[in-house]
């Protein structure tokens, strides 16, 4: 990082603040001594124009269309690697060895299972409980269960808890699935590997054989490479303002989970899914797109759109390669929803209204398709995106606890309540 100094006006007083460059990107202005020189602050509700911190996990070049973890593009990493590689890379910083790669692969295998008591912590649920109801309480009790990785203090302690979520994340999600679908918890399997662990988990039954198609397993795997990590996104900057008070990783992560689930973030495959069922077939499209374009309805067209993103969503061109590999491995010809799909991706990319609003589609548009084909319920959507999120999640947090100058995250707002006014006595009201 470099920095310089760059100098504006306000009213007729001259600000000088520090201006930072990173390896690439936009730079930024250093206002922290803002406050001190002029008695104001920024104002950017949403965080569009704020970078939050330092970061050199993940690069986002949202009008060009790049994706990088640690410097390596998206493309590559899905096409060449596999999901426990890409935990390694996000959080150490570099690819593993292959004798790296195995010792990595074989610490997180052996933290799959969850405490035993844990599966009675689940009976206290309701059944119909929504699974991501179920993963916010169970991530956020991992803490209750594994005191001795709570010490963020401890380099070790950290490291254990960073394997230990990574690891139990598909444990409790494929038991969350479980319970509400009213089957036996199915324990992991540790010869398998992590996506294929997973299925088995979630789709394995006592009475009968279970035999992993390498296809499903791929294309998991994908998923999970493809939402692993994404810069300072709400999710993941509520992370880190959860750990920045040193709060245990456990119940970060569980906040990460809670802020993940509305549908303007991680809910959007669920929402994108329901969204396509409603629209049914190809001739109901047009209705769908006027009701998008018109200002006065609340209806947007899920799966389009990122805050970041104002061109083709890197991860959503993969994401669309295997959801055919994924449809075509399971012999689903027709799928209207694949045909919707199809179809309202076509009209949208040539309709003025989203192509100047730079409207393209996101990583979620064609993630739905793929799980509901692969057998999860739109449920599970949200819960799926968060086992890969963890990585990007714990990889966040530890680079912000490693970092010397971490404080507390402290914003500050514009007050427009009551100025200052007497207390008035309740008989005197
Ligand atoms: N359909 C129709 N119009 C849209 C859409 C959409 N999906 N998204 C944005 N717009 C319009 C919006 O009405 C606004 O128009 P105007 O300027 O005339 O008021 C303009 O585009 C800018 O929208 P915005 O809400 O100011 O943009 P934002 O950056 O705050 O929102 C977003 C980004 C992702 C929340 C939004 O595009 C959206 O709600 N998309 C649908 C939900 C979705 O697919 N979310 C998944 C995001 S990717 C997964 C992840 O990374 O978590």
């Given at each position: 990082m470099s920095a310089t100094t760059g100098s504006f006006s306000i009213d007729s007083t001259t600000v000088e603040m520090p201006v930072k460059t990173g390896s690439i990107g936009p730079a930024v202005v250093d206002i922290g001594k803002l406050y001190a020189k002029t008695g104001m602050f920024t104002y950017d509700p949403g965080f569009t124009s704020t970078a939050s911190c330092e970061s050199e996990i993940t690069y986002i070049d949202g009008d060009e269309g790049v994706l990088l973890y640690r410097g390596?593009?998206?493309?590559?990493?899905?096409?060449?690697?596999?999901?426990?590689?890409?935990?390694y890379l996000l959080l150490y910083g570099e690819l593993p060895t292959p004798t790296q790669k195995r010792?990595?692969?074989y610490r997180i295998t052996r933290h799959t299972m969850i405490h035993e008591q844990m599966a009675r912590f689940f009976q206290g649920f309701r059944r119909d409980a929504h699974?991501?109801?179920v993963m916010v309480a169970s991530?956020?009790?991992?803490?209750a269960f594994y005191h001795d990785s709570t010490d963020i203090s401890d380099p070790r302690q950290r490291m254990i808890a960073s394997m230990r979520l990574?690891?139990?994340?598909?444990?409790?999600?494929a038991m969350a699935y479980k319970y509400t679908i009213g089957q036996p918890f199915v324990y992991p399997k540790n010869d398998l590997d992590y996506a294929s662990n997973f299925l088995r988990m979630c789709f394995a039954v006592p009475t009968e054989e279970f035999k992993v198609r390498?296809?499903?397993s791929r294309a998991l795997d994908k998923i999970f490479i493809l939402h692993a990590d994404h810069e300072q996104n709400a999710s993941t900057s509520t992370v880190r303002l959860a750990g920045s008070s040193g709060a245990n990783p456990f119940a970060c992560i569980a906040a990460g989970v809670a802020c993940l689930w509305g549908p303007a973030h991680g809910g959007a495959n669920e929402?994108?899914?329901k969204m396509l069922t409603e629209i049914g077939s190809v001739d109901n499209i047009?209705?769908?797109?006027a009701r998008a374009k018109d200002k006065n309805d609340p209806f947007r067209l899920m799966g389009f759109g990122h805050r970041v993103y104002k061109n083709y969503d890197p991860r959503a061109k993969i994401m669309q390669e295997t959801c055919h590999e994924v449809l075509n491995e399971l012999g689903v010809k027709d799928d209207p929803l694949l045909a919707v799909a199809i179809e309202l991706e076509r009209i949208a990319l040539s309709d003025p209204y989203f192509i100047e609003k730079k409207l393209y589609p996101n990583i979620d548009f064609y993630s739905g398709i793929t799980l509901k084909a692969m057998g999860f319920p739109v449920s599970m959507f949200t819960v799926l995106f968060a086992v890969a999120r963890t990585s990007g999640w714990i990889a966040q947090w530890k680079e912000m606890i490693e970092d010397p100058g971490q404080k507390i995250g402290r914003p500050r707002q514009l007050y427009t309540g009551a100025p200052l006014r007497d207390y008035v006595p309740l008989d005197k009201r």
């Open positions: 390596y593009p998206i493309a590559q990493i899905a096409e060449g690697g596999d999901f426990l590689e890409t935990c010792d990595f692969d699974p991501m109801a991530v956020g009790a991992l803490s990574i690891a139990k994340m598909p444990t409790l999600a390498p296809t499903l929402a994108a899914l047009p209705k769908f797109i």
